[in-house]
């Protein structure tokens, strides 16, 4: 369970009990026990398993969530999971999201997908994880809306990703008010291969490269460069650059100023993240092993965080100057997000600020430069809201104050930083519970679509009101009469309703699941209902269509695709007799029985009414 060798394992025994001979078993008798283990643990199949430990995890905590997407033939193709601590993390810091499925590491090759972020420490946290089963665009838009649907249809602001066609196209359909931006590394990897001629030759291709990438505040003078830098390395008619500035919206700093991204740009949290898994999985591991192992990688991720969160209560940065504004940021902002402000305040020494308008406005614009001769940044200050604004925009794209702005304020006196310029993400009040982060942007949409919908939405509101309620007696007893006093009135409204005869569930419940694209099985898992393919029409004698195990002389089995590429999970369970053999999302052999009617239960309950039986 710790991911320690079998031969460690016994070494590290043998120390405690004072040699091997002190031990009681030999080497081989580990490594039989631990086949034991595992056979045990994988009786049901390898899909089992998973199933069966996902649904253990449900059990210990109800707000885990997962979702498993089958095929026609009950075969596993996408898999998605979240724990509570995930939905948590995403709804304080899920603004900007670093998403990456280029990682594989189990027997079936399957791409591994994080959802992953950064926290107020700059740590990188974990909002979800997913096996996908290939990378088409159908299988990112189930990915996306899953996911989307976990964390209550809060969408990032920003998402983060490799040039892939097919993710940049679900991302579209699924992720409309998200602004997608390209990985910088993995354009600049590209470059590398397509352009290795000039990229490595000696006339600074990699420089003027780099200026079009992260440099420049206004697109007239972006395109000049851009322009310029084709011309001089003789690349006009490259095709793989033209194709590159056919998006340049999703790579060009220039046109992600605006854009909140944490000050990042690339996926570098993924692929951190990934590297960190690389200590913990392995590629022969089995899925059951897999999330195992995973857990561990996630648990040591949140000890992290745990550690600089009492770091940040019990320790304090060093202070560059005894200045008023370094004291302010310190007291707001947690330690490693201090140090980048500080770096920006202590480099205003080297600008000078040169007032533009000299007339007394409502607002005073400055060119600020470095050293009076380098680019001039204008910037524009207003005394009465205390609103300032920089040509290079870094607060709207990294969410603290930039030199340019800082330098100005210091001319200006201004000896705090002015409220409206302090992220809570950044703060260290970022954890502090609060309930409207668990909503989304339009709630009422989320709870008029199902009961299981309604369900999720009032679980993470109550989770939040329990963790703040635990902390103390008081706040437990104050929330014990508070919940009795609403469930109170809940049921009061609930008799209004039925008495005005209003009792009468949303159509979007009464949504039979033959209709959908989507088709839940026996298991209550969703699987692909593909195009083609008929939909069951029967129906019973109370007016409701049967479901699969109650259609008669159902005698067609399912054909298993063996010709795929890749590897399937079907949910069979091995651990029965032959001749019990069940699938254990569909029958697969016609099962039917007698509805009796209510008439003969009538019948029944008479005869024995003496209570014999």
Same mark, same amino acid.
């Given at each position: 369970?710790?991911?320690?060798?079998?031969?460690?394992?016994?070494?590290?025994?043998?120390?405690?009990?004072?040699?091997?001979?002190?031990?009681?078993?030999?080497?081989?008798?580990?490594?039989?026990?631990?086949?034991?283990?595992?056979?045990?643990?994988?009786?049901?199949?390898?899909?089992?398993?998973?199933?069966?430990?996902?649904?253990?995890?449900?059990?210990?905590?109800? #707000?885990?969530?997962?979702?498993?997407?089958?095929?026609?033939?009950?075969?596993?193709?996408?898999?998605?999971?979240?724990?509570?601590?995930?939905?948590?993390?995403?709804?304080?810091?899920?603004?900007?999201?670093?998403?990456?499925?280029?990682?594989?590491?189990?027997?079936?090759?399957?791409?591994?997908?994080?959802?992953?972020?950064?926290?107020?420490?700059?740590?990188?946290?974990?909002?979800?994880?997913?096996?996908?089963?290939?990378?088409?665009?159908?299988?990112?838009?189930?990915?996306?809306?899953?996911?989307?649907?976990?964390?209550? $249809?809060?969408?990032?602001?920003?998402?983060?990703?490799?040039?892939?066609?097919?993710? +940049?196209?679900?991302?579209?359909?699924?992720?409309?008010?998200?602004?997608?931006?390209?990985?910088?590394?993995?354009?600049?990897?590209?470059?590398?291969?397509?352009?290795?001629?000039?990229?490595?030759?000696?006339?600074?291709?990699? !420089?003027?490269?780099?200026?079009?990438?992260?440099?420049?505040?206004?697109?007239?003078?972006?395109?000049?460069?851009?322009?310029?830098?084709?011309?001089?390395?003789?690349?006009?008619?490259?095709?793989?650059?033209?194709?590159?500035?056919?998006?340049?919206?999703?790579?060009?700093?220039?046109?992600?100023?605006?854009?909140?991204?944490?000050?990042?740009?690339?996926?570098?949290?993924?692929?951190?993240?990934?590297?960190?898994?690389?200590?913990?999985?392995?590629?022969?591991?089995?899925?059951?092993?897999?999330?195992?192992?995973?857990?561990?990688?996630?648990?040591?991720?949140?000890?992290?965080?745990?550690?600089?969160?009492?770091?940040?209560?019990?320790?304090?940065?060093?202070?560059?100057?005894?200045?008023?504004?370094?004291?302010?940021?310190?007291?707001?902002?947690?330690?490693?997000?201090?140090?980048?402000?500080?770096?920006?305040?202590?480099?205003?020494?080297?600008?000078?600020?040169?007032?533009?308008?000299?007339?007394?406005?409502?607002? +005073?614009?400055?060119?600020?430069?470095?050293?009076?001769?380098?680019?001039?940044?204008?910037?524009?200050?207003?005394? $009465?809201?205390?609103?300032?604004?920089?040509?290079?925009?870094?607060?709207?794209?990294?969410?603290?104050?930039?030199?340019?702005?800082?330098?100005?304020?210091?001319?200006?006196?201004?000896?705090?930083?002015?409220?409206?310029?302090?992220?809570?993400?950044?703060?260290?009040?970022?954890? +502090?519970?609060?309930?409207?982060?668990?909503?989304?942007?339009?709630?009422?949409?989320?709870?008029?679509?199902?009961? $299981?919908?309604?369900?999720?939405?009032?679980?993470?509101?109550?989770?939040?009101?329990?963790?703040?309620?635990?902390?103390?007696?008081?706040?437990?007893?104050?929330?014990?009469?508070?919940?009795?006093?609403?469930?109170?009135?809940?049921?009061?409204?609930?008799?209004?309703?039925?008495?005005?005869?209003?009792?009468?569930?949303?159509?979007?419940?009464?949504?039979?699941?033959?209709?959908?694209?989507?088709?839940?099985?026996?298991?209550?898992?969703?699987?692909?209902?593909?195009?083609?393919?008929?939909?069951?029409?029967?129906?019973?004698?109370?007016?409701?269509?049967?479901?699969?195990?109650?259609?008669?002389?159902? $005698?067609?089995?399912?054909?298993?695709?063996?010709?795929?590429?890749?590897?399937?999970?079907?949910?069979?369970?091995?651990?029965?007799?032959?001749? !019990?053999?069940?699938?254990?999302? #569909?029958? !697969?052999?016609?099962?039917?029985?007698?509805?009796?009617?209510?008439?003969?239960?009538?019948?029944?309950?008479?005869?024995?009414?003496?209570?014999?039986?």
């Amino acid at each position: 369970m710790s991911g320690i060798s079998a031969k460690a394992t016994v070494e590290m025994m043998s120390r405690e009990v004072g040699g091997q001979a002190n031990l009681g078993f030999m080497h081989k008798d580990l490594k039989n026990y631990i086949y034991r283990k595992r056979m045990a643990a994988m009786e049901k199949g390898d899909a089992g398993a998973v199933l069966e430990y996902f649904q253990k995890k449900k059990e210990e905590n109800a #707000s885990f969530f997962y979702s498993m997407q089958l095929d026609e033939d009950d075969m596993i193709t996408n898999i998605f999971w979240a724990d509570d601590r995930s939905i948590s993390d995403y709804n304080l810091f899920g603004d900007v999201v670093c998403f990456d499925s280029t990682y594989k590491t189990n027997e079936y090759d399957r791409p591994f997908a994080p959802f992953v972020g950064v926290n107020h420490h700059k740590q990188t946290i974990v909002f979800g994880a997913a096996l996908l089963y290939d990378e088409t665009t159908e299988s990112f838009e189930w990915l996306f809306q899953t996911f989307l649907g976990t964390m209550s $249809g809060k969408q990032p602001q920003t998402i983060l990703t490799d040039q892939c066609a097919a993710m +940049a196209n679900a991302i579209g359909k699924v992720l409309p008010e998200t602004k997608h931006r390209l990985c910088v590394w993995h354009i600049y990897q590209n470059a590398a291969k397509r352009l290795s001629r000039v990229f490595h030759g000696p006339d600074q291709f990699v !420089t003027d490269f780099r200026d079009c990438v992260d440099d420049h505040e206004n697109e007239a003078e972006w395109l000049s460069a851009w322009s310029e830098m084709l011309e001089k390395h003789g690349l006009t008619e490259n095709k793989w650059l033209k194709n590159l500035f056919e998006l340049r919206e999703k790579w060009a700093r220039v046109y992600g100023r605006q854009t909140f991204t944490a000050d990042m740009m690339s996926t570098q949290r993924s692929e951190s993240m990934n590297n960190i898994l690389k200590k913990y999985l392995k590629g022969s591991y089995n899925l059951l092993r897999f999330f195992t192992h995973y857990e561990r990688a996630l648990d040591d991720r949140r000890f992290k965080e745990l550690t600089a969160d009492f770091g940040m209560m019990h320790t304090s940065p060093v202070l560059s100057a005894p200045v008023e504004m370094l004291q302010h940021a310190v007291d707001v902002y947690t330690p490693e997000v201090f140090t980048l402000f500080q770096k920006e305040y202590t480099a205003i020494g080297d600008y000078v600020a040169k007032r533009v308008n000299k007339s007394e406005m409502v607002s +005073a614009e400055y060119n600020v430069s470095f050293r009076g001769v380098g680019r001039n940044h204008l910037v524009t200050y207003v005394a $009465g809201d205390e609103t300032i604004h920089c040509s290079c925009m870094k607060f709207s794209f990294a969410g603290i104050l930039c030199r340019h702005a800082l330098k100005v304020l210091a001319k200006k006196d201004v000896r705090r930083i002015p409220p409206a310029y302090i992220l809570n993400r950044w703060s260290k009040e970022a954890k +502090a519970r609060t309930i409207p982060f668990y909503h989304s942007a339009n709630p009422n949409d989320t709870v008029k679509e199902s009961i $299981g919908k309604r369900y999720s939405h009032i679980c993470r509101t109550f989770r939040e009101i329990a963790s703040v309620a635990a902390e103390h007696i008081e706040l437990t007893g104050c929330a014990d009469e508070a919940a009795f006093q609403l469930l109170d009135k809940l049921k009061e409204k609930k008799k209004e309703l039925v008495k005005a005869n209003k009792w009468i569930l949303p159509a979007s419940d009464l949504e039979l699941v033959e209709e959908e694209d989507e088709v839940l099985n026996a298991r209550g898992i969703k699987r692909k209902n593909p195009p083609g393919r008929p939909k069951n029409k029967k129906v019973g004698r109370h007016g409701r269509y049967l479901s699969v195990l109650e259609t008669k002389n159902r $005698g067609i089995s399912k054909s298993s695709n063996n010709g795929t590429a890749k590897k399937k999970l079907s949910f069979q369970d091995t651990s029965l007799p032959p001749d !019990t053999q069940l699938s254990v999302v #569909s029958a !697969t052999s016609p099962i039917s029985y007698n509805e009796p009617s209510f008439s003969q239960l009538l019948e029944e309950f008479d005869k024995n009414r003496d209570g014999s039986s």
